[in-house]
């Protein structure tokens, strides 16, 4: 299986977010644990990872050799081992990253073990900041969040990029800190959720109903395991009836399921169905009005972890050769194993292709047009040192094509649906499709449009707070600034824990006061000359790298 091809990258707020998925489990079976499986029962739990990546950089390297579930009971490991990956191949969508039964129970917070990150310039030079701390990253949500036997949850961890860099000087004096901004948020509808972009190979195809099972998952080059341990391959079962999907040929033109046989390598993006969201979650969403207090849930301490641990396993698909039978087109293709155990998520996908498509990052130059030759259309320029899956150079000076085709689909960089009406000049898109063999022509299936603001970001000592705390006085080094908290606005602190773990929680705007440094991130009130605060990040005192042993 071909490695997916580099995301793009635009002009926007960096993320990466990491989902935690638990789904149904039974009272027996393995689990994740090595202890005793608790008689609450298990969940599984899907690690997801995006990013949505930085004007700044070609490439952000992380390193990431753990992610534990804790509590008070102990900890359970949801991934143990070396996992380098690229944040900007992950740009508009999420990946599966692991997957891993847990017992059932309430938990505290994650911790992920970060061992190098290395920052790649537009001009090829590299930067590797130092990581606070001891490397180990503690994301403490406001009250505690359940894996539940039988329901499902999913944690949203955005962990910002461009919020986690901090450049000081210039020039050669220039220098990097990397202090990590991460966000916790419990989903309770799919919707909230950016798209999933899934890679593998097609089995058990119901032509009829529209499905198929989507196996030997390609998660940044590694194939997904079940953590059966029985060398099934992990398998999701993608739904293309629901949306419904729109399906393109190896060209790039509109076609159906039928495209589709046993074996093949398909690329599908959507979302994945929430099943039996029977959460009670304790942990308030970061979206909500930082202001409200929230309730602490009732915990579920029947769970004994006894601090143990175990490991997903993660090996590379061999590739070795399979009856990829193209002729089989019957009504359903059921030779693949489906036992139910290996398809524990369903994914409603929007679109779906063969393979790789071309993806082309740029800006649009034209609302829609239309005409008798091209049909639907705008005009598209592809930002610079790019490259086709043939690795020619995608021409940066002359504007695209874009043909916008029957069943084309559009969203936002969050996820949410759009129509052609959102296409105009300035604004920063991606174009997953293929060139046509009029030279300049884009088959499009799938556009994101970039429709967010880019953020203004302070950094200063909080001078003063006002009473009623709507606002306060940020002493930046380009003067005393005025910042207005708006409804909504999150408020979070990191610091170095006793352990010498770098922690990140979510907090309330009333833990804010004069001398905390802090960087406050928001958009620009030309009238009132204020800035209108989304995001508050503070620290008592300094966090300051250092280079790990």
Known sequence: MRKPNRLFSFMAIPLISLFLFSCGGGGGGDTAATGTVSPAGTGTVTLLVTDAPSDDFSAINLTVTQAELMSDRG??????????????QLATATEIFSVTDVPAGSYDKIRLTLTNIELVMKDGSTASPALPGNGK??????????????????????????????????????RYQFRPVVFVKVVNNSADTKLVRLQGEAYNLDYTGGSFDLCYIDAQGHALDDDSQDGNPYCVKVDAATAPASFFDAGGNPADINMISRGDIVTAVGRFAMRNPGVSPSSQDDGQDSRSEDSDGDRNDDADL???NSQSSHDNHDDQSQDHDASDHDSSDDDSSDDGDHRKLVLVAEVIWPGDFEQVVGVARSPLQNDVDKGDWFRFLALPGQTDLDGNPIDSEAALAVLVQNGTKLFSRQGEALTTDAIADGIPARVDGMFDTRPGDLKSAL???????????????????????????LQADSGDRCVVFKDGMRVFKTY?????NISFEQRLVFDLAAGQMADVFGSENTVTGCLEAETVIYEEEMVVPQPLP
Not at 149 to 162: P, V
Not at 496 to 500: G, I, K, R, T
């Open 75 to 88: 900890s359970v490991i949801l991934f143990s081992g070396n996992k380098t990956f690229d944040l900007l």
């Open 137 to 174: 990253l503690d994301l403490n949500p406001r009250g505690s969040f359940d894996v539940a036997a039988g329901d499902s949850l999913m944690l949203q961890l955005d962990m910002d990029a461009e919020k986690s860099i901090k450049v000081t000087g210039t020039g050669n004096a220039m």
């Open 306 to 308: 006894n601090d143990t």
């Open 447 to 473: 556009i994101i449009l970039d429709t967010d603001a880019l953020l203004t970001q302070l950094t200063g000592i909080i001078g003063s707070v006002e009473t009623d705390y709507s606002g306060m006085i």
């Open 496 to 500: 170095l824990d006793d352990e010498n």
